[in-house]
């Protein structure tokens, strides 16, 4: 037993940028890009000394395997409001993600308020299935880490049986009962089966081009309600807006990336 | 007369990087955000030897005055698909921007093909309303640029008759008839009033923190139907997310950007 939780210890960074992809945050081998995002925004975050991702991006050039790496952070500007981070993640001279981010304060700001949508209708949390790790051809290791729970109308896809519509919710929260803080927002947004496996395309593997998330507020305590959606498949991409609200029924984050599918 | 567009004109770039911010594309003496994203854009394409831009993300960090700028690309990643590259534009030892980008061949992709959403319902260009220049106390002298045509039904805001609806929609296109090529899709993006024009909200400007444009097709000929809307105002941010169809009802572009409301 150690004090530190799991996500803590896999996002360890020392000041100089180093630190470690540590085996069991991936799928079928390869570093979850969500995982991958927060530990080099942990990086970027640290050398920002703001508490918080305002909103990141990060391109992705090469898959994350297990073992040290280097994240050089530098402060574009450091502002009033904001400091804005450039950041690269590499190893042995091969560059792994290329990022940009902007951090502050999440804290006590208040301004008009507009919410134009709503939180998933979930059933509760107890009553959503587990995402397994085992999964056909898949291995997500990643669930042993994270504890998702799919909408049970969206999981068919596991039988073959898809909804035709690219849609995708549940519930996230950590095995080990870490509390949800803005850094884990990161990696929350990547963290679900693609939306587009409820819709009958060619199945596989979907690449992340770009991603980027914007973090809206520190989540109060418990688990998070998800919901991502594919709107555009088209000439071999495709793109996955999420929406992440917490238990009070705010929006706390918002993503969307830029996928890659199969050219015909 | 020059044979010349305009737009070319503007976002002209020496080999070195060295660039011009052009007098005429702002908006009360800063220029248009997505005319800067469009000018580094090119710096980006022409280091990057690929013909469009993919996606690119870029943060914005002062102003941008008339005047001469320098842009430094630096190539993360040259792949086979894509060329990832890292941009900053800057002035008299201040950065501009900070960008992001992947650059690519769009032509010829052929995929699995889903598409979610349809374009906007928009009266014909001619019965649309031009943004024109002088609107209140802004002066628009982008507008004498680009020819944007706003669904009439969304310009109440402009006699203080907002629909409650934050959307904004209507018809893109260059007033000197420049056709619209995936660079100048960097701009569109970005050219419209904002979507919360049409909320009961403080009025004032709508400054841009991060701005993401995923380009998804190369645009056919004819004006382009543009739809611009915010799901999400509060603790002093908002998204607006941006689609971009071209004459023949095709998805050409997808933007999302984090603004800042003022604080209460």
Same mark, same amino acid.
């Given at each position: ?10 996002? $360890? ?66 502002? +009033? ?46 009553? /959503?299935?587990? +995402? ?26 596991? +039988? ?5 519509? $690219? ?10 009962? +870490? ?9 929350? /947004? ?75």
């Amino acid at each position: 037993m150690t004090d530190i939780s799991e996500f803590d210890a896999a996002t $360890a960074v020392a000041p100089d940028g180093s630190a470690v992809i540590i085996d069991g945050w991936d799928i079928n081998g390869n570093a979850n890009g969500g995982y991958l995002m927060a530990l080099a925004g942990r990086a970027m975050r640290d050398a920002s000394d703001r508490p918080d991702p305002i909103t990141v991006t990060a391109h992705y050039l090469a898959p994350g395997k297990p073992g040290p790496v280097q994240i050089d952070s530098t402060i574009v500007k450091a502002g +009033r409001r904001f400091a804005t981070m450039s950041a690269q993640m590499h190893t042995g001279g091969k560059p792994i993600m290329q990022l940009i981010g902007a951090f502050g304060d999440l804290a006590d700001a208040k301004s008009f308020e507009h919410v134009g949508s709503a939180p998933p209708d979930l059933p509760p949390f107890e009553q /959503c299935l587990p +995402r397994d790790r085992a999964q056909g051809t898949a291995d997500v290791a990643l669930s042993d880490r994270i504890d998702v729970r799919l909408n049970p109308e969206h999981v068919g896809y596991l +039988r073959g049986e898809r909804t035709g519509d $690219a849609e995708m919710a549940g519930w996230f929260a950590f095995h080990d009962g +870490r509390p949800i803080d803005t850094l884990a927002l990161l990696m929350i /947004c990547d963290a679900f089966p693609p939306a587009v496996f409820n819709l009958d395309m060619p199945a596989g593997w979907v690449p992340t081009v770009e991603y980027t998330v914007h973090v809206r507020a520190v989540p109060a305590p418990g688990p998070l309600m998800c919901v991502f959606r594919t709107h555009f498949v088209s000439s071999g991409f495709l793109n996955e807006d999420g929406e992440v609200w917490d238990s009070t029924g705010r929006l706390v984050a918002q993503s969307r990336q830029l996928g890659l599918t199969p050219l015909l």
